[in-house]
């Protein structure tokens, strides 16, 4: 059996191939093509990586308000084992209203938020009392977040 032989011709820019008496034809790719390529691929890599840094920046809003409305849930918690004769005038002493400061400090031990600040108020309807907890903190730039526990307390 005889080896393939291999001759080489170059034609505008095309490599011509023979082996055995058949023609193979094989373009090599250009400059331009290459810069194109790297071009499109720089572009899908930043929109990845766009796409990573705002789901970055959602987590983190995401933990942040998980955070905030815990904060809420704990001095909810401290209304709800107070007995029911005395959450409205508590309430109106400010004893829940808390700020980062005080979050921080005894009794609480609580890690706090950018400038967190926890706003309750207590009406009375009848026999039930409307307790609405605001919760407020600003996120990395300075925007101010804010969230609301409601609940209807019944003495019974």
């Not at 409305?69 to 209304?79: F, G, K, L, P, S």
């Not at 609301?148 to 019974?156: E, F, N, P, V």
């Amino acid at each position: 059996m005889q080896k393939p032989r291999l001759l080489l011709g170059k034609k505008n820019n095309i490599k011509l191939i023979f082996t055995d008496g058949k023609k193979y034809m094989k373009k090599s790719m250009t400059i331009a093509e290459v810069l194109l390529a790297a071009i499109f691929l720089a572009v899908v890599l930043s929109g990845i990586l766009m796409l990573f840094v705002n789901c970055m920046l959602l987590n983190e809003a995401n933990r942040n308000s998980t955070v905030a409305i815990t904060h809420a849930q704990y001095v909810m918690e401290e209304i709800r084992s107070t007995s029911f004769t005395s959450i409205q005038a508590i309430a109106n002493n400010g004893t829940w209203d808390l700020n980062a400061i005080e979050l921080a400090a005894s009794p609480y031990n609580l890690a706090v938020l950018n400038v967190e600040i926890i706003d309750t108020t207590v009406t009375s309807v009848g026999n039930l009392l409307d307790v609405a907890i605001d919760i407020s903190w600003e996120d990395r730039r300075g925007r101010v977040r804010s969230d609301q526990l409601r609940t209807q307390i019944a003495d019974y």
